[in-house]
């Protein structure tokens, strides 16, 4: 069957759902009914979802949880995370409950410039072209003044443009490299609109230099984009306290604990295949807080990743030391969040989200998000040096497998017990349950 179509964006919802449950579906009307299950009953609601991308068919769930218990800088704060992972959000209410009484979590922001580009390709004499950005370097700043406007009341704006000779990389390549301050907004379209007019006034100014050649003039710019790597966009987020007071249920040494953590962390710093999952459990916090409050998950992990290996060489990007008897652990990574702009005031779980984080700056989200990240990467090392990652993990994952084989509430409530007691798997549920209907 053929199954290539044209003009599949102007059909209504309807008819995409019904073209494609007859194109791929053994039984187009169940299908048909399990898309439309998860259509919201409030059809306001269901328009807007339907409208934040093309081709809309249906809904697609991810739990929305909450971590209580976060002392942050002297506050409580309850986060709010979306995401599919069992054991994420109950390994970060543990962890916050955890430092909850050990001091909590200590963050600032270290500094928030964002970075956009203009590539452009310039055949001539660089000297010129070096002239020539610097007499007309004002009239970038001048014919963005109707997009800046807005932003310099709020306290940002373009903050500087330089040129880059990139001719070192690639043949004639040079940039505009422009670094924004883009206060509450994640600042996407701002920078973007700016480079476009840039990349204009650049074209423009270039036509009438009368220094430049026929050939220099003729600038070719190849795109203007924003950079999704903010490495002078950083937050840190750190938790401490004498090693004693890490003693607990499953640290009944805690000096032999710390140094244990400390060895991991240091595993991770220079083994980049452990670094990866090192910092997969960041993220795990990182992108849950992310998803919730409405901001761009994939920017900030490509971000992110570029920023664990800007030494070379894929790194942790968190670290911990013992220093006179204290345990210290604490990372520091790039974000470029918003809380103003985008889905913030367009999606209502996420308006939800941020009314419960105290409707905060961007700073503080970046705060919160860090914060997550670091809790989870404890739990997550804390588990690894003692009991293992299984235990907790499984313990989570046993509601997904009890519904995988969909067990009826009394096998539920004896598969729960007798698990309480032994090891959890797929392969022992099972087992459990057969035996059970036998
Ligand atoms: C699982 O989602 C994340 C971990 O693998 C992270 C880690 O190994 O540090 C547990």
Known sequence: MNKAISGFSKLS???????????????????????????????????????????????????????????INGKYSTIPMAIEESSVVAAAAKAAKFW?????????????????????????????LNLFFAQNKNKFFSETESITTNMQKRGGGILDIILKDKTDLL??????????????????????????????TLKEEAHHYDLFTETEKDIEVVMSILSNYVPNCIVRAEVSCPIADLEEKHILNPQ??????????????????????????????????????????RAVEAGIHAYASRNGKYSSLSHAKIENGIFTFWLE??????????????????????????????KELMQFIAVAGLAQNFAALRSLTTTGIQEGHMKMHLN???????????????????????????????????????
Not at 34 to 59: A, M, R
Not at 339 to 360: A, C, F, I, R, Y
């Open 100 to 128: 909850s009484t050990r001091g909590g979590f200590k963050t600032t922001v270290i500094n928030t410039e964002k970075i956009g580009q203009v590539h452009f390709i310039y055949k001539g004499d660089v000297t010129k």
């Open 333 to 362: 990574i790039p974000l470029a969040v918003g809380t103003v702009g985008g889905l913030t005031s367009l999606h209502p779980l996420v308006k939800l989200s941020l009314e419960m984080l105290e409707k905060p700056s961007a």
């Open 13 to 71: 919802k309807e008819e995409k759902i019904k073209w494609i449950a007859n194109q791929y579906f053994s039984t187009p009307t169940e299908a048909v009914a399990l898309l439309k299950n998860y259509w919201n009953s409030d059809e306001k609601i269901q328009k807007l979802h339907d409208e934040f991308i093309e081709n809309t068919i249906t809904n697609f769930y991810i739990p929305l949880g909450v971590a209580p218990n976060f002392l």
């Open 171 to 200: 043949p004639n390549y040079f940039q505009l490299h422009a670094t924004f301050e883009t206060k509450d907004s994640m600042g996407a379209n701002f920078i973007n609109s700016c480079l476009e007019q840039f990349s204009k």
């Open 400 to 438: 997904n497998i009890i519904n995988q084989l969909e067990a009826t509430e009394e096998e539920r409530i004896l598969i729960q017990k007798y698990f309480k007691r032994n090891t959890i798997s797929h392969s022992a549920v099972v087992t459990f349950i057969e035996n059970l209907r036998k």
């Open 256 to 297: 032999e604990f710390a140094e244990k953590f400390v060895q991991a962390v240091q595993i991770a710093e220079v083994e980049p295949y452990r670094a990866v999952t090192h910092n997969k459990g960041i993220m795990n916090g990182v992108d849950a807080v992310v998803l919730a409050t409405g901001n761009d998950f």
